[in-house]
Nanobody, 121 residues
Framework: QVQLVESGGGLVQPGGSLRLSCAAS????????MAWYRQAPGKQREWVAT???????NYGEFVKGRFTISRDNAKNTVYLQMNSLKPEDTAVYSC???????????????WGRGTQVTVSS
């Protein structure tokens, strides 16, 4: 079994910063791409950013240089540094990982439960 656990969410004022973490644990052989998604109340889930196993990165258009995704392969952890936060960034942020379990020859998609980010004065 593999688990993804997010942390680092909270309440922050507009213009502030937060750093989210997502740690993968369990019977992991290797991790391919990892990504962050978000879902605001009443809206569909939205892709935020992806980082490949080679640390290539891609971002949703709305990020516009404010967020940075990174990973620590030794810790099986992906991060999302969020700066210049806006009220419209308020959402539950979830991580996703394409992970190969020990003893298996294929990758599976895993999701964390999410962490709430609220941007408000």
């Amino acid at each position: 079994q593999v688990q993804l656990v997010e942390s680092g969410g909270g309440l922050v004022q507009p213009g502030g910063s937060l750093r989210l973490s997502c740690a993968a644990s369990g019977s992991i052989f290797s991790i391919n791409a990892m990504a962050w998604y978000r879902q605001a109340p009443g809206k569909q889930r939205e892709w935020v950013a992806t980082i490949s196993d080679g640390s290539s990165t891609n971002y949703g258009e709305f990020v516009k240089g404010r967020f940075t995704i990174s990973r620590d392969n030794a810790k099986n952890t992906v991060y999302l540094q969020m700066n210049s936060l806006k009220p419209e960034d308020t959402a539950v942020y979830s991580c996703n990982g394409l992970i190969r379990n020990v003893g298996r020859s294929y990758y599976q998609n895993y999701w964390g439960r999410g962490t709430q980010v609220t941007v408000s004065s």
